[in-house]
């Protein structure tokens, strides 16, 4: 059974930084694309950033380029969301997913339970 684990969601000023954590169980990580997704109330889930299995190509949606990094841990179960420059409008319940193509949230199969990030002075 395929399990995801997400962790570092919080509360932090505008400007500030925050690193999500995800750790997989019952799945090697390295063999599929793995993904952050996003779910603001009211709003459609968003595809964050993700990377692919093959050859660590990424995607970033436009309004989190230069300041989130996706990233695959040394351990092979893990990976990585760094979140800096956060601003209110990414106030919003963060998911990882894997095993999934491009950066849709419905194609991915394995999906985390969400963590919590609020952006708020």
């Known amino acids: 059974q395929v399990q995801l684990v997400e962790s570092g969601g919080g509360l932090v000023q505008p400007g500030g930084s925050l690193r999500l954590s995800c750790v997989a169980s019952?799945?090697?990580?390295?063999?599929?694309?793995i993904g952050w997704f996003r779910q603001a109330p009211g709003k459609e889930q968003q595809g964050v950033s993700c990377m692919s299995a093959s050859d660590g190509t990424t995607y970033y949606a436009d309004s989190v380029k230069g300041r989130f990094t996706i990233s695959r841990g040394n351990a092979k179960n893990t990976f990585y969301l760094q979140m800096n420059n956060l601003k209110p409008e990414d106030t919003a319940v963060y998911y990882c997913?894997?095993?999934?193509?491009?950066?849709?949230?419905?194609?991915?199969?394995?999906w985390g339970q969400g963590t919590q990030v609020t952006v708020s002075s």
């Open positions: 997913a894997a095993d999934g193509i491009r950066c849709l949230p419905r194609a991915y199969d394995h």
């Open positions: 019952g799945i090697t990580l390295d063999d599929y694309a």
